[in-house]
C-alpha cells in the first residue's frame, strides 16, 4: 500500500512536470530569444557607430555623431549646439536612404 502511494506522488511530480517543460519552451522562444537577439543588434549597433551617422536617441532627438568615446557621444543637434549623450541612449542609426528623402 505505500509503495502505491510513493509510486502515485512520484507520477503526479513527473505529469506535472510534463506540463511545465512546453511552458517554460514557449516562454523561451517567445520571450527570451528575441531579447538576446535586440541586445545583440543593439550592440553590435554601437560597436558599428562611426563619426557623421545621423541617429536618434531614446528622448526622441535627432543628432549627428561628431565624437565617439567608449561611454559617451556628443551630437551636433544644429550647426551652433553639440550636446553630450551617454553611448547607452543611442537608439538607432538612421539609414542614409532615409536622411536623403528629408
Known sequence: MFILQE???SSSFFRSLLVFIPVIAIFWFLVISPQRKE???KKEMMQNLK???TVLTVSGIFG???KISD???VLELNSSSDVRFL???IEKVIPERIKGKS
Open 87 to 89: 553611448k547607452s541612449s
Open 7 to 9: 509510486f502515485s506522488h
Open 51 to 53: 563619426k557623421g551617422d
Open 39 to 41: 541586445e545583440k543588434k
Open 71 to 73: 561611454t559617451e557621444v
Open 64 to 66: 549627428i555623431v561628431k
